[in-house]
């Protein structure tokens, strides 16, 4: 006699893979940084004018004009809390919290909002109540914030420097952590951040964007040609790594190797081509015969080989691109060879 199954069983059975991909998700497998606001329980706002008080040392020249502030008073911050954001909930407050426990207890530091002294994500979610458009929407997703990097690790609010109140300039600042990026910095072939011509932002977006922190929605390519525009095509005969990922054959960060190139010729080249050197003098390819194999021109003998039994093992000694002088892709058939040789 069959056995039948009991019918809540068997639909949990079937649910099952369900459920597991629900509970995948509700454990972080959606990567984000969850903010945390923090709070003083039963405090009131003051006004940043009883701040100025006892803080002579952040508010003595908070009304100063423009050209002669010094100190937290030139910073963005300092120039919002002095023209624009008078009052109680206001300058200090808005980033420090209310401050009436502080007040009333001394000066007790417990009292008060520090950001320094917060957990990263307590003091990002405070700079995130004003801090919320263009780039800065994905900063919960970004590598930054899932590394428990902060807002205040790079900013300094109250005498940062420039725009963005950053604690040193960039690239030093990004080098101060990317030590690996700040070597390849040096090496012979490399963008010119040392030369002040671009620096980590002109690529990344630090607070986080789509594809991995760069300032970019769309393909790493599209990125690297906003100022490679020479290698963007279409072109008629293509080159398979142009179209799919500049990484696969450059090292943006730097190296060793010419044109930022993560090997030498020609053994960048071999990992994907197969080495070869013509055979013949008067040699062809054949449609459709697979890279690096020469075929005989009809009615043409190996006699004709002007390169000797060395023919092959000259290639490890040469540049490909010798030859082939178009590697991103030409719009120009390559001969005699077929027309997917790229050296025109």
Known sequence: MRRKFNTKASWLVKALPLLLILGACATGSIREKVLTLPVIEGACYVGQETCADCHDDMAGDMFATSTSAEGFAKTIHGRLATWELMGAEKGCESCHGPGSQHVDNDGDTEMILRPAELLSDEASAICAKCHTDGKLMD?????????????????????????????????????????????????????????????????????????????TDERLNDLCLNCHTRYQGPFVFGHAPVEDDCTICHDPHGSVANNLLVQN????????????????????????????????????????????????????????????????GSDYPSQPLSGHGLTR
């Open 139 to 215: 900063y919960t997703h970004s590598a930054h914030a899932l590394s428990d990097v902060g807002c205040v690790d790079c900013h300094s609010i109250h005498d940062g420097e420039g725009k963005f109140s950053l604690k040193m300039e960039d690239p030093e600042l990004c080098y101060s952590c990317h030590q690996e990026e700040q070597a390849k910095s040096h090496f012979p072939s490399s963008h010119p951040l040392a030369e002040g011509k671009m620096n980590c932002s002109s690529c990344h977006n630090t607070h986080g964007a789509v594809g991995e922190s760069l300032n």
């Open 265 to 328: 010729e020609p053994f960048l080249c071999l990992q994907c081509h197969e080495g070869h050197f013509h055979i013949l003098r008067n040699s062809a390819q054949t449609p459709g015969s697979p890279a690096g194999t020469i075929a005989t021109v009809p009615g043409m003998t190996e006699t004709a080989n002007p390169h000797g039994t060395e023919g092959f093992q000259t290639s490890f000694g040469t540049k490909c691109s010798t030859c082939h002088k178009v590697v991103h």
